[in-house]
């Protein structure tokens, strides 16, 4: 059973609760304007479905709502933000601006994060830079899932890259995907429920190909690509947990590991397009390659969607219309709220 | 019948015959190089095989040898090089070379690339970083192969992505990998020889799988993870081709087109890993990633190979013993060289 919540009341509903934890109220809508982002763009995982976990994360003391985050090195085109073990929302929410910043001054800007924690949806700071005639290249290490390609040991994270590209009369394009076939959660699903899962997703402890949910939640989740994907993902990590100094591929914990900090780097990248054309022009060529595929033969005569588009719309219409949550999500949300003598959330 | 071919014979071949046809002996050897370096790696497709394309493009007034290249803007932390229709190995050395300069200045350089040809393997380029304990990121686009998500049309390349990462005593990591399955030529070798192809390979004029060559070559490459290989090729299109005014999405030409210029664009950036912390501290962290993931148990007992690791292994053996090349291969190549009244490749 689901019903609808407008992005006001649950936006109210999450700054009470990570106040509670001791999030400041300089950072809670920033916070919330994240879970909100995924829950408005589709990506259910990582909205407020998540706030528990990240309120257990502050009360067993493995996350710092209160870190005093700082730039340790800051020159140039580039920085590294010591996140402190704080709010990765927080942390990259700061990143992306500084990369902004930084772009502007110098035409490309790159800012590494360190001990840092789960950040939400990376499209969420990709996207900040849309507005500045910017793209956003934005990417996170994440909890071990997946085999390095060739082994049975899933050291890699699903690793996600984020591209943002503004356009003119069009809508951004933009790109948020994983660098594993499926997300792990739909494997999870797919065991809870019974069902079977397609060829192609997972394979089991020895390596095998599996469509047997369980054994694939023993093994490994497969890379796109094969070797491909693996890559990718190995370099994900090496820019955002290596590079920033935060943890070695395979150190990251789950939001739900409790036994320490996460130590989740991250990477942003923001690219002044004004720098190689004026930005009137660049957004209009955008426009033109979006109208080009628009306008391609359809396969089996199905919508043509760009990146992106189909959450912008989704977006759009639960701006309008509310998110539809579960009333299970909802009653979990409403014991948090009761433990901090907090108004349901109804 | 393959024989074997030190570098040397075949880099003094090259600079014969490409000089014969105008290009300037200050970038002839960077022209045979990267020729070599991917028949060094093993990737035959963008070896000395291509030598006739690239001499036939001149022939036909396409391709411009003596082309004055300029940096049309030069900035910061960013420029974009006009290659003036000049060789792509050309314009993306010092493409490259630029890239890295800014790197040293502002800690990230990022140089796009217009009105440039085929350039060979990306990975060539992006390895010019290690030496200066930077990370190399490049990218091409290419000739249309592949159909965006959803449509019939290829209006997309296999637009490659490569990365280095330097290490320490380990090889360093370099990945080079395009966002299709595999190569187009894969798919034409099948249909010379009349072998199917494996499913997920190729899909036919109406969008669906096949494993006959010959219907896959009238249909389109499959992406890496279906949406996902998709939207990141439209990225790299956006970086390579859209942000340097190259040309849009769809339009590049192949190598052996020779209509007109092939409107390539490239995407260069380097990124100092000193800015983020000590340059031996990184690559003592990215030899211990190796060593952990050497260290994994292997897949059916096999060898576990980091990105770039079997190129770097085949490169010294063929520097040692030679390069093999197809008795065809060289007779093609001495067709051309009689051409030019230049000694044969024996």
């Known amino acids: 059973m689901e019903s609808l919540y407008s992005v006001d009341r649950l936006r109210s509903f999450i700054v009470r609760v990570i106040e509670s934890v001791g999030l400041s109220g300089d950072f809670s809508p920033v916070f919330a304007d994240c879970l909100i982002a995924a829950d408005l763009r589709g990506v259910k995982s990582h909205g407020i479905v998540r706030l528990p976990a990240y309120v257990q994360r502050v009360e067993t003391g493995v996350m710092t709502p209160s870190a005093a985050m700082q730039f340790s090195r800051d020159e140039g085109a580039t920085a590294l933000l010591d996140a402190a073990n704080g709010f990765g929302q927080v942390a990259g929410q700061r990143a992306m601006s500084r990369a902004i910043e930084k772009a ?203 990146p992106g588009e189909i959450e912008y719309d989704l977006a759009e219409k639960r701006r309008r219309e509310g998110i539809p949550l579960d009333a299970a999500v909802v009653e979990t949300l409403n014991v948090v709220a009761k433990h901090y003598d907090i108004g349901r959330l109804e």
Chains 1, 2 share one sequence.
């Open 104 to 306: 502007r001054t110098h035409g490309a800007g790159i800012v590494a994060v360190r001990n840092s924690n789960h950040f939400g949806i990376a499209s969420f700071y990709a996207m900040q830079a849309l507005d500045q005639d910017m793209i956003g290249i934005v990417s996170t290490n994440s909890s071990p899932a997946m085999n390095p390609y060739g082994t049975l040991a899933p050291l890699l994270g699903t690793n996600p890259i984020a591209i943002a590209v503004p356009a003119g009369a069009e809508k951004p394009i933009v790109l948020d995907m994983s660098t594993s076939v499926v997300a792990r959660g739909k494997i999870r699903h797919a065991a809870l429920t019974g069902s079977p899962i397609p060829e192609g997703w997972a394979t089991d402890a020895e390596g095998r190909p599996t469509t047997d949910p369980r054994e694939a939640l023993k093994g490994s989740l497969e890379p796109i690509g094969g070797v491909k994907g693996s890559g990718l993902s190995l370099m994900v990590d090496i820019l955002c947990g290596v590079l920033s100094d935060s943890c070695l591929t395979g150190d990251v914990k789950t939001i739900v590991d409790t036994s320490g900090p996460a130590r989740t780097g991250h990477f942003f990248c923001a690219l002044d397009v004004s720098r190689f054309m004026p930005s009137q022009n660049f957004k209009k060529s955008v426009d033109a390659v979006i109208r080009r595929i628009k306008g391609l033969p359809a396969r089996d005569g199905g919508r043509i969607a760009l």
